[in-house]
């Protein structure tokens, strides 16, 4: 499906994996449960963090937020929200996405089988939408790897998961 950036400019999402091993990420901004997209940002964090120690990492990993909320979560405020997490330090890409509207968006989250609900109550204090917490480690072939939830938001497990993936493609010649 076609994301939006920060600067604006439509792409296809298909086309931003491609190449690299790719960890994606659905949140919205407005989520403030502790247990749910705020952790999953911040295990990306860590992530990113840890690829600017690690060359082979930054060089052929992408770190992915995808916004399922495009009404509010615009491509500026993502771009916004992008620069508090990822800060001005090496290390992986990390690019922070949305699309236009609920219609272009609802094709990827189906493709991915990622869950969106609005609430009953659109001032839950956790935020107006319910959501399953996935995370996906993609390979540079486009093939979910593995799918990381709440329980396994664990970063060393992420990094492992990644070097499993390049062992595996310098074994094969890749």
Not at 13 to 20: A, C, Q, V
Not at 83 to 88: P, T, V
Not at 128 to 153: C, E, K, Q, W
Request: proline share 7%; net charge positive; hydrophobic share 35%.
């Amino acid at each position: 499906g076609d994301v939006i950036g920060p600067d604006g400019r439509p792409q296809r999402l298909g086309g931003l994996l491609e190449g690299k091993i790719n960890v994606l990420s659905f949140i919205y901004t407005r989520c403030t449960d502790p247990s749910a997209c705020p952790s999953a940002t911040g295990m990306l964090r860590k992530v990113r963090e840890a690829s600017e120690m690690d060359r082979v990492i930054a060089e052929n990993v992408n770190l992915i937020t995808m916004s399922f909320d495009p009404g509010h979560d615009t491509p500026d405020l993502m771009g916004r929200y992008g620069r508090a997490f990822r800060g001005d330090a090496g290390g992986a890409e990390w690019l922070f996405l949305t699309t236009r509207s609920p219609k272009e968006l609802k094709p990827i989250l189906q493709e991915y089988g990622q869950l969106v609900e609005r609430k009953p109550n659109p001032k839950d204090s956790y935020g107006p939408l319910f959501h399953t917490v996935r995370v996906y480690l993609i390979d540079r072939a486009g093939r979910i790897r593995n799918i990381y939830s709440m329980g396994l938001l664990d970063p060393r497990l992420v990094l492992a998961d990644i070097r499993t993936l390049l062992l595996e493609e310098i074994s094969k010649g890749a």
